[in-house]
């Protein structure tokens, strides 16, 4: 059974950093895009952030550009989202998911990706 289990979230000041982690078991995500997503309250579910398995290349959100790092250890089968100068506005329950074609899905703002982890919330006060 495939299972993607997020961790890391909490509550953190305004200015404060967490790192989201997203285990991966059950199979192997050899060519899979791992992505990070987040649903605020009263939201629709948004795209975050994303890596590509053999290059690495890696796709943010405006919202998360220069603030958010995402990064990935194949061997592991894990995912990270490092947050930094967070925002009240971030606050959200964050995803992480995988899919072979996750980053043109985001885009179209297609929900169906292969799998989905079932989240992690980040509050961030102000």
């Known amino acids: 059974q495939v299972q993607l289990t997020e961790s890391g979230g909490g509550l953190v000041q305004a200015g404060g950093s967490l790192r989201l982690s997203c285990a991966a078991s059950?199979?192997?995500?050899?060519?899979?895009?791992m992505g990070w997503f987040r649903q605020a309250p009263g939201k629709e579910r948004e795209f975050v952030a994303a890596?590509?398995?053999?290059?690495?290349?890696?796709y943010y959100a405006d919202s998360a550009k220069g603030r958010f790092t995402i990064s990935r250890d194949n061997a592991e089968n894990t995912w990270y989202l490092q947050m930094n100068s967070l925002k009240p506005e971030d606050t959200a329950v964050y995803y992480c998911?995988?899919?072979?074609?996750?980053?043109?899905?985001?885009?179209?703002?297609?929900?169906?990706?292969?799998?989905w982890g079932k989240g992690t919330l980040v509050i961030v006060s102000s």
């Open positions: 059950g199979r192997t995500f050899t060519t899979y895009t």
């Open positions: 998911a995988a899919d072979h074609s996750l980053r043109a899905k985001a885009i179209r703002k297609d929900d169906g990706m292969d799998y």
């Open positions: 890596i590509t398995w053999a290059s690495f290349t890696t």
